[in-house]
């Protein structure tokens, strides 16, 4: 539509406006097909013109830029049943950031399900939600054409074939069933990406990391990425392959960390090693010991005591300095080897208290029976009950009844929500929304109404994850 048609059809319509008569502004095209009825008619036929040019005709172009998205693809598991989105939907809304509003995905996905698109969609570089949606995150990123789906097999041949979030789940699996091929997929095709495109990637190799992945992780050593560097030293640290100097000097970090550290003897009859970190004298102190633990590999901290992993976390002294017990924590989530990380969790939850919520720093590493053992631990003390907002990587579905009444939990939830307490009572119904992730259906069932019997109201927002998880076996039961 050009200028002069816009300006024509804007006088017909100022002149309707104003109650007069618009004959006389209509182009002469148009006075021909009008001229010849009454005038009332006139207008009317004019009318109609004007609408049919405005709506039909003479609709803009599109832009240019403007690109057609392929329609969104089908996901591998059926829709969310149409009468459970409006429990879906009040789980979501109570859900406080995208990390809460991913674990409702989790459960419904556990269930057999995914949820509407227009309820929620994964964001571009969610690398937490369920695999399920893989196609979806990539729709979003913008990706066109026609590429294979997570059934077909990836190689080196249809690695372009495959959209970046399902070559990540085709390469997850590969490394837990083929990891050699996985590897040398990585290895090959990994080279030619960006920096923030291979970072990823060899972040992926801890997932069956073994042996095998030495020589290649040892070739990253002149990547050009510092990060890639970084991520593959500490994958070897894991391995127990030297990363850092330990020879002596007074710029050698292993050697200044250990300075923190003090060597000591305990017992009369056994005399046995400790390791006690000595008290900071200033802030500047602090703040460097924290850096040589988050730089430093924990297997080159215990080869400059000569211990083995294991031995070294057992004499470490928990307790005396809450900061170095964190730093210690973190630096052997990072770089320790698979059986310290499982040795320093077992301590770690068998001490229980403040000290089993260190283990939180683990999560990433352990496997489901300790993240299940620790979760555990979590409820039978109940005193620790904001740590479980807090455990990342857990099931879904899975706590049973007999978990709750055999600690304190189901006490303290009863006392708060019955009590006067405010933030006792907001609290809870934040333990209740993580409960209701974890939960298996019968014990959402069974816990929304303990909470109601003991005075919270029925229509809490804090029950819509419980109650949703408990109509999803109910509908699981209907199919």
Same mark, same amino acid.
């Given at each position: 539509?050009?200028?002069?048609? %816009?300006? /024509?059809?804007?006088?017909?319509?100022?002149?309707?406006? =104003?109650?007069?008569?618009?004959?006389?502004?209509?182009?002469?095209?148009?006075?021909?097909?009008?001229?010849?009825?009454?005038?009332?008619?006139?207008?009317?036929?004019?009318?109609?013109?004007?609408?049919?040019?405005?709506?039909?005709?003479?609709?803009?172009?599109?832009?240019?830029?403007?690109?057609?998205?392929?329609?969104?693809? $089908?996901?591998?598991?059926?829709?969310?049943?149409?009468?459970?989105?409006?429990?879906?939907?009040?789980?979501?809304?109570?859900?406080?950031?995208?990390?809460?509003?991913?674990?409702?995905?989790?459960?419904?996905?556990?269930?057999?399900?995914?949820?509407?698109?227009?309820?929620?969609?994964?964001?571009?570089?969610?690398?937490?939600?369920?695999?399920?949606?893989?196609?979806?995150?990539?729709?979003?990123?913008?990706?066109?054409?026609?590429?294979?789906?997570?059934?077909? %097999?990836?190689?080196?041949?249809?690695?372009?074939?495959?959209?970046?979030?399902? *070559?990540?789940?085709?390469?997850?699996? $590969?490394?837990?069933?083929?990891?050699?091929?996985? *590897?040398?997929?990585?290895?090959?095709?990994?080279?030619?990406?960006?920096? +923030?495109?291979?970072?990823?990637?060899?972040?992926?190799?801890?997932?069956?990391?073994?042996?095998?992945?030495?020589?290649?992780? @040892?070739?990253? =050593?002149?990547?050009?990425?510092? @990060?890639?560097?970084?991520?593959?030293?500490?994958?070897?640290?894991?391995?127990?392959?030297?990363?850092?100097?330990?020879?002596?000097?007074?710029?050698?970090?292993?050697?200044?960390?250990?300075?923190?550290?003090?060597?000591?003897?305990?017992?009369?009859?056994?005399?046995?090693?400790?390791?006690?970190?000595?008290?900071?004298?200033?802030?500047?102190?602090?703040?460097?010991?924290?850096?040589?633990?988050?730089?430093?590999?924990?297997?080159?901290?215990?080869?400059?005591?000569?211990?083995?992993?294991?031995?070294?976390?057992?004499?470490?002294?928990?307790?005396?300095?809450?900061?170095?017990?964190?730093?210690?924590?973190?630096?052997?989530?990072?770089?320790?080897?698979?059986?310290?990380?499982?040795?320093?969790?077992?301590?770690?939850?068998?001490?229980?208290?403040?000290?089993?919520?260190?283990?939180?720093?683990?999560?990433?590493?352990?496997?489901?029976?300790?993240?299940?053992?620790?979760? *555990? %631990?979590?409820?039978?003390?109940?005193?620790?009950?904001?740590?479980?907002?807090?455990?990342?990587?857990? +099931?879904? &579905?899975?706590?049973?009844?007999?978990?709750?009444?055999? &600690?304190?939990?189901?006490?303290?939830?009863?006392?708060?929500?019955?009590?006067?307490?405010?933030?006792?009572?907001?609290?809870?119904?934040?333990?209740?929304?993580?409960?209701?992730?974890? /939960?298996?259906?019968?014990?959402?069932? @069974?816990?929304?109404?303990?909470?109601?019997?003991?005075?919270?109201?029925?229509?809490?927002?804090?029950?819509?994850?419980?109650?949703?998880?408990?109509?999803?076996?109910?509908?699981?039961?209907?199919?």
């Amino acid at each position: 539509m050009n200028e002069l048609d %816009q300006a /024509a059809l804007a006088r017909l319509r100022d002149g309707w406006i =104003s109650g007069g008569a618009a004959f006389e502004f209509a182009p002469a095209e148009w006075k021909e097909v009008a001229a010849a009825a009454n005038p009332d008619e006139r207008e009317r036929r004019l009318l109609a013109i004007a609408a049919q040019a405005l709506d039909v005709a003479l609709r803009p172009a599109a832009p240019k830029t403007l690109k057609r998205r392929p329609p969104l693809p $089908l996901l591998a598991l059926p829709m969310l049943p149409e009468r459970l989105r409006p429990s879906l939907r009040a789980a979501l809304k109570y859900a406080a950031d995208a990390r809460l509003k991913t674990r409702v995905a989790m459960l419904v996905a556990s269930r057999g399900f995914v949820l509407h698109p227009m309820d929620w969609m994964p964001a571009v570089t969610d690398q937490d939600s369920p695999e399920v949606y893989a196609p979806w995150i990539d729709w979003q990123a913008g990706a066109e054409g026609e590429k294979r789906s997570g059934r077909e %097999q990836l190689t080196a041949e249809t690695w372009d074939d495959f959209y970046p979030a399902a *070559r990540r789940i085709a390469l997850i699996d $590969l490394r837990r069933t083929r990891p050699a091929l996985a *590897r040398t997929l990585i290895e090959t095709k990994g080279v030619s990406e960006p920096a +923030e495109v291979r970072l990823p990637l060899v972040e992926l190799m801890r997932f069956g990391l073994g042996t095998d992945d030495v020589p290649f992780l @040892k070739s990253l =050593s002149a990547d050009r990425s510092g @990060k890639v560097r970084e991520m593959a030293g500490r994958l070897l640290a894991r391995l127990g392959e030297r990363g850092n100097p330990t020879d002596g000097g007074p710029e050698n970090p292993i050697a200044e960390l250990a300075a923190f550290i003090e060597e000591g003897k305990s017992g009369f009859i056994r005399r046995r090693t400790t390791y006690t970190p000595i008290k900071i004298k200033s802030p500047a102190q602090q703040a460097r010991r924290a850096e040589l633990f988050a730089s430093c590999y924990f297997g080159d901290l215990v080869a400059h005591f000569g211990k083995t992993e294991s031995d070294f976390i057992g004499a470490w002294q928990f307790g005396v300095d809450d900061n170095a017990d964190l730093f210690l924590v973190r630096m052997v989530s990072a770089s320790g080897g698979d059986a310290a990380v499982a040795c320093l969790a077992d301590l770690l939850v068998a001490a229980g208290g403040r000290l089993a919520l260190l283990v939180l720093q683990l999560m990433l590493r352990l496997d489901g029976g300790r993240k299940r053992l620790l979760i *555990r %631990q979590i409820l039978n003390d109940a005193q620790n009950l904001a740590a479980l907002t807090l455990v990342e990587g857990a +099931e879904a &579905g899975w706590l049973e009844w007999g978990d709750l009444t055999s &600690g304190k939990t189901l006490s303290a939830l009863r006392a708060a929500v019955s009590g006067d307490n405010d933030i006792m009572k907001r609290s809870a119904e934040q333990y209740l929304e993580t409960m209701g992730f974890l /939960a298996t259906a019968a014990t959402a069932e @069974k816990l929304i109404g303990e909470v109601v019997a003991a005075g919270l109201p029925p229509a809490s927002p804090s029950l819509g994850l419980l109650r949703l998880n408990a109509a999803l076996a109910q509908n699981q039961s209907h199919r």
